[in-house]
């Protein structure tokens, strides 16, 4: 306990956390009712009370009008499905970017999230929908992942920058393995469905897709929560962390797996969504400082709102769903560059 | 001995070519980029790389002969489709010559010898310059509208030597389309049923705006109006809650996916509670000498099943009949009751509203 005391010294939360905290989770009750309350077709809000408060009062009813059936069936596993993924990409980036002490490392460095693009692209190329382009999504994820680890273990020994160099190799590997698919899928079927997924999007969000994601996250999530206490002692350098009783090498890895699990589910159910693991830690990091122990859950709220926000925006603008992808890159790119300027700013003046 | 036998037989077979092409006249084309090509002669030997030319050449000539290469998509669409049972030789033809996507093998489409290349003329130079700079001939055709049909049909004929093929397919479509004209023009907004044409359903769902779409014209045409004219583009994606807000009254399912069938929408909580799936007013596009929801050949058949299909009191084509007439004018084939049965897909939809006069008697 001492030890763990002595790498972060320990803080208790203070009022102002709390409100902080507080802030966060009112955003995201905010964003999800607006969320359920925006779309195309048109409900009054005093039907969606009614609604709403009619299924949680009779959860096993089913909805038989098509605005019950539009809020309880498409708008409601929507949002959870994108809050829920929000909050895994975003930890899963906050984690990853203690784990290299590096902040501009996110779940794409590792080769996970193109892994899993192919496995996506390839069910699609095979005409498959639903659960085996998931599973195999999520397996070529995870097989990304060990071969990134075998390639990275080297006398026994696994050095961070061998890790980020692999998973660039990796990487690489399956990219060329997407753009084979690309290249061979039919132009009149399946090319159209592998270009637009791999965009990104929850327009195909349904509960039983939803319950397919919530196992991966939640494990996800759960493991990277529990590790937040090691995460700060992973962010020392190794000699250090294992001086105070770590093995980093070990523990990196749980956190690596827990991030595959994260990133492959969200790819498999919705595609290729960038910049949340990049952005959204950044963003918690001012808002709650580098402490891992606030800052995984800070970054979960966080992004949790952000992608239920931006995939509001992405189904309402127009009659078209505007890929997910597309949005989060045109908000998160410059989002993230003035936020990596304020960084160097501060870092400079200190 | 051997060798002088050889070469006095080239120099036979070299005079009869020479003679051949003294009679033919040289055939000037100006294809849909704008651009003048000349042959010496018809072309005898044609390749075609974009999806829907192959069987338009096999339309316009009335069979596969001058096909020596397709796009590998063609040939699958043709051995899966009628036309595989009616030139079962086309299966022997080349499909070596582009990648699915359109960009050619240079020398897979040189060693088929073709006198004629026809390529797409929308997706840019990278695709046509590596052919003529292998020396060979291309025209470039373009795709989506009725007078580009009209105009790639006659293209294609001048450059075979057949131009009356393309007349009369043309003439057949101006006559079709100005008597359904006539019969919809007057129609008041409420009296056209707003119709849905899904390109896409099985994974994400898409639809398309009015402008330069074919499906939209063709709605118009049999008197429907377009459910997804506020759309920006083709083909783009929709999210379920936005059919659910346009609310059609019939809903047309493409031919493109194998797996797509109308339990689609009668399965989707929210598709299934649309209009026209509580009318179970929900078809798939029938799928012929190629697939009827695009421009082709069989084009006019396709406006008079979904004229037929929105306006029973107005249109009462004898649509079996028809087809049997278009086909043995296209292709010189007899089209046999179990065929019209498949195209039609009568098997899944024939119990659909207004669907019973397109079965046999």
């Given at each position: 306990m001492s030890v763990v005391a002595t790498a972060a010294p320990e803080r208790r939360f203070s009022a102002l956390r709390l409100g902080t905290f507080g802030a966060l989770l009112l955003a995201l009750l905010a964003a999800m009712l607006f969320a359920i309350s925006a779309g195309r077709f048109s409900v009054s809000i005093p039907r969606i009370v009614e609604v709403l408060m009619a299924a949680a009062l009779d959860p096993g009813a089913t909805p038989a009008q098509m605005d019950e059936r539009i809020l309880l069936l498409v708008r409601l596993p929507r949002v959870l499905l994108a809050a829920l993924s929000g909050a895994a990409l975003a930890v899963g980036g906050a984690a990853l970017q203690g784990v290299f002490r590096n902040?501009?490392?996110?779940?794409q460095v590792l080769g996970i999230s193109q892994g899993a693009a192919f496995g996506g692209a390839l069910a699609l190329l095979l005409g498959y929908h639903g659960v085996v382009l998931l599973g195999l999504a999520f397996f070529f994820g995870l097989a990304a992942l060990v071969m990134v680890g075998a390639l990275a273990r080297i006398n026994g020994r696994t050095e961070v920058i061998t890790v980020i160099l692999s998973g660039m190799v990796i990487g690489a590997l399956f990219g060329a393995l997407v753009s084979i698919v690309q290249f061979i899928a039919?132009?009149?079927?399946?090319l159209p469905a592998i270009v637009y997924w791999l965009m990104g999007?929850?327009?195909?969000?349904?509960w039983a897709r939803l319950g397919l994601a919530i196992p991966g996250m939640a494990i996800g999530l759960a493991i990277i929560f529990l590790l937040r206490y090691r995460l700060n002692l992973l962010a020392l350098e190794d000699s250090e962390a294992r001086s105070l009783g770590v093995n980093p090498d070990k523990e990196r890895w749980l956190v690596f797996i827990a991030i595959s699990l994260m990133t492959g589910t969200s790819v498999a159910v919705a595609g290729i969504v960038g910049w949340i693991g990049l952005v959204v830690p950044h963003a918690a990091r001012i808002l709650?400082?580098?402490?891992?122990?606030v800052l995984i859950p800070a970054s979960a709220l966080l992004g949790a709102t952000y992608l239920t926000f931006v995939d509001t925006l992405a189904r309402t603008l127009t009659a078209a769903e505007i890929p997910l992808g597309v949005l989060t890159a045109l908000i998160g790119a410059p989002v993230f560059g003035l936020l990596l300027r304020r960084h160097f700013k501060e870092a400079n003046r200190a | 001995m051997r060798i002088s036998r050889a070469f006095a037989s080239s120099i036979v077979l070299a005079m009869a070519c020479v003679t051949d092409r003294a009679f033919a006249d040289p055939v000037t084309i100006t294809d849909q980029a704008g651009r003048t090509v000349t042959l010496n002669?018809?072309?005898?030997r044609v390749v075609t790389?974009?999806?829907?030319?192959a069987s338009t050449v096999i339309a316009i000539d009335g069979?596969?002969?001058?096909?020596v290469g397709m796009n590998p998509l063609s040939k699958t669409a043709i051995l899966e489709g009628i036309l595989g049972k009616i030139f079962?030789?086309?299966?022997?033809?080349?499909?070596?010559?582009?990648a699915p996507n359109f960009i050619p093998n240079i020398e897979e489409l040189a060693a088929t010898n073709p006198e004629l290349v026809v390529q797409w003329a929308?997706?840019?130079?990278d695709l046509v310059d590596p052919i003529t700079n292998a020396g060979l001939n291309v025209v470039l055709i373009s795709y989506g509208t009725e007078e580009k049909t009209k105009a790639y049909h006659q293209i294609v004929a001048d450059a075979i030597g057949k131009p009356e093929r393309a007349a009369a397919i043309n003439s057949w479509r101006d006559t079709v389309a100005a008597e359904m004209r006539e019969k919809t023009k007057d129609l008041a907004d409420d009296q056209r049923p707003k119709v849905l044409y899904l390109?896409?359903?099985?994974e994400n769902l898409t639809a398309s705006g009015t402008k330069g779409n074919y499906n939209a014209w063709y709605i118009d045409l049999a008197?429907?109006?377009?459910?997804?004219?506020?759309?920006?583009?083709?083909g783009t994606t929709i999210s379920p809650e936005q059919i659910a807000a346009w609310d059609p009254d019939v809903i047309l399912l493409n031919s493109?996916?194998?797996?797509?069938?109308?339990d689609r929408i009668y399965n989707d909580p929210i598709l299934s509670l649309t209009k026209a799936a509580q009318e179970k007013k929900v078809y798939k596009m029938p799928l012929g000498g190629y697939r009827?929801?695009?421009?082709?050949?069989?084009?006019p058949l396709t406006w008079m099943w979904l004229g037929n299909l929105l306006h029973p009191e107005i249109f009462n084509y004898d649509l079996r009949a028809e087809m049997k007439k278009a086909y043995k004018t296209i292709y010189d084939y007899e089209l046999t009751d179990e065929d019209i049965d498949g195209i039609l897909w009568t098997e899944m939809q024939g119990d659909a509203p207004n669907y019973a006069q397109f079965k046999a008697n």
């Open positions: 902040p501009l490392v996110s779940p039919d132009p009149n079927t399946s999007s929850f327009s195909t969000a349904t709650v400082g580098e402490d891992h122990r | 002669e018809p072309a005898e790389i974009p999806m829907p030319m069979g596969p002969d001058r096909l079962p030789e086309a299966k022997d033809i080349s499909s070596d010559v582009t929308d997706y840019g130079a390109g896409r359903a099985m008197g429907g109006v377009n459910a997804s004219a506020d759309v920006e583009g083709n493109f996916e194998p797996q797509l069938g109308i009827w929801d695009p421009p082709s050949q069989e084009s």
